[in-house]
């Protein structure tokens, strides 16, 4: 009677024992191993957390100041720039990110182009908006604007010395590059619409195209 006893107590132990060890190890899968070495077996993959916010350069309302320095290709009508080789233009502006696709400019700048004695200026003064494709790093987008360019013709050909202001506009494209999430490296191109009169020294006035291409490279930065 004492030695079937013994083995029925052997039995139960031998049983204990194994459960203890299969709930241990179903233990440390879930919950992580208690004073055991790291590596023992493969936790489950962190939840995911919530999504990043915007970067600063898309948040609404973020203002910045932009510069550009570039070329002027004027046009090749016969009322206009026929003839006269490429010049300098550079803006300077102030603007607002008032939603993450879409900016308000507000544009300073000139641009000239010469013909041996000849020399054709514009000074634009514009404000305009920008549609932006948003994204944290590259950001190309398309704009176009509104403003008063005053404008000045020297030509010796038609005797014409004078200044003119007028209202022009301007279409754009161009790409930031953000090197962080408060200044870019900008490439623009923008084609200017103006066709001031000028008065020649014998007395008839001239409509003249001082439209063209500007081809800029710059710097934005947010304030």
Known sequence: MRKQLALVLAGLFVAATAATAVAAGYDRYERGPRGGSPGEYAPP???????????????YGQPYFFAHLGIFDPNDD??????????MNFDLGVGSRVSPMFAVDGTFGAYSAKSGGDEATVVPMTIGGRLILPHPFIEPYVGAGLGLYF?????????????????????????????????ALN??????????????????????????????LGVRVAF
């Open 151 to 183: 404008s000045s013709l020297k030509e010796a050909s038609s005797a014409i010395d004078d200044t003119s202001a007028d209202f022009g506009g301007y279409l754009s494209a161009g790409l930031d590059m953000w090197l962080n999430p408060r200044t």
């Open 187 to 216: 490439f623009e191109g923008k084609y200017h619409y103006v066709t001031p009169s000028f008065q020649s020294a014998a007395g008839p006035t001239f409509d003249v195209n001082m439209g063209g291409w500007t081809v800029n």
């Open 78 to 87: 016969l009322d206009g720039l026929r003839g006269y080789d490429s010049g």
């Open 45 to 59: 993959p962190p939840r995911r957390g919530a999504e990043a916010p915007p970067p600063r350069h898309a948040q």
